[in-house]
């Protein structure tokens, strides 16, 4: 039986077709033929597009963009800012010096999945657009009515109110899982969130990268790679949840070298999804309660989710990695579902 990485009980105390564009991605006008005639988009993020009382069309090629059809005569409505700054995403606040503790501010997507009643800690999740979130399916498979659940942006100690920036709390009404989730294998376990009313960017509050193709391979071949998972998990096995969001510098795995790892613990006829991502070492992995957040890599100064925690051995067991939706493999859907929405 695997185990998913979600803690049910720990509490939180305060004591229109989707299709490939092919426009270029440098950010310049672009002339798309339609019914009347040649029109121009510009490519930009979908909540810039949005916010400024456009139309998304289509994907720009190789991008996470889209192609934005603007009316001169719209007014934007000012939720979040506006080009040039539309490729805020993946900015990561000041590091802190203690290994494993995270600054204030430092990871501003990662986000806290809770029940409203009683403030129950239900599982991690990342800010991919202002009005969605990405997790794993495991954790909101049994909230076919989301209106139990809200989630909490820009949290750092659990313990106190007296922070450098407040939290932000919006309240959720829809939830999507994968259609091929499967909840006794856990493959496809991924899913999005959406509130009801849009994130306003902040220092501690803002959205992170979706993968660009190919990311995951280049991280696998970089042996100096800068990836990191964060959450409010088990701080060890056995032991209790972190207060403070942790943050765990991970390795990655080859597909390969980790299907084999995993089979001496869940038996030879193991098989690994293809569609998985895997990474950890002794002493650093996802643990209990960090079920749905991110695993992050850098590159350029900008952070990417290339993972989504979803399932493991143990917490930082020598030779047991962590096993992670491969988020690269659903740009696609994901974009889909936030397009359509």
């Excluded at 809770?114 to 979130?133: F, H, N, P, R, S």
């Excluded at 919006?170 to 091929?180: S, T």
Aim: charged share 25%; glycine share 10%; aromatic share 8%.
């Amino acid at each position: 039986m695997v185990r998913p990485c979600r803690a049910s009980v720990y509490v939180f105390t305060l004591c229109s077709v989707i299709a490939v564009a092919a426009a270029q991605t440098n950010g310049t006008d672009v002339g798309v033929e339609g019914t009347t005639g040649v029109r121009a988009c510009k490519c930009m993020e979908y909540w810039a597009c949005v916010s400024s009382g456009g139309s998304p069309y289509a994907y720009c090629q190789y991008s996470t963009k889209v192609c934005c059809f603007v009316d001169p005569r719209a007014r934007a409505v000012g939720i979040l800012p506006r080009p040039p700054k539309v490729d805020n995403c993946g900015r990561k606040g000041v590091e802190n010096r203690r290994d494993g503790v995270s600054q204030a501010g430092e990871w501003p997507w990662h986000v806290a999945v809770l029940e409203k009643t009683d403030d129950i800690y239900v599982c991690g999740a990342a800010l991919v657009d202002e009005y969605w979130a990405l997790t794993a399916a495991h954790c909101v498979d049994d909230y076919s009515d989301p209106r139990p659940l809200k989630l909490r942006l820009g949290e750092h100690d659990v313990k106190t109110l007296a922070e450098p920036y407040p939290y932000e709390e919006l309240d959720v009404n829809h939830v999507v899982l994968h259609p091929a989730f499967d909840n006794t294998s856990l493959t496809h376990d991924i899913a999005l969130v959406q509130v009801v009313t849009p994130a306003k960017r902040r220092p501690n509050i803002n959205t992170v990268c979706m993968p660009e193709r190919g990311i995951t391979r280049l991280m696998l071949e970089d042996k100096a790679a800068r990836c990191f998972i964060t959450g409010w998990g088990k701080e060890r096995e056995g032991g209790g949840h972190a207060t403070v969001l942790k943050e765990i510098r991970v390795p990655l795995w080859s597909n390969n070298d980790c299907e084999e790892a995993l089979r001496r613990h869940f038996g030879a006829d193991f098989k690994l999804s293809g569609s998985s991502l895997c990474a950890g070492a002794a002493g650093r992995d996802a643990c209990d309660g960090d079920g749905g957040g991110p695993l992050v890599c850098e590159r350029n100064n900008i952070w990417y989710e290339v993972g989504v925690v979803s399932f493991g051995g143990g917490c930082g067991r020598p030779g047991m990695p962590g096993v992670y939706t491969r988020v690269e493999d659903y740009r696609d859907w994901i974009h889909e579902v936030i397009l359509n929405s």
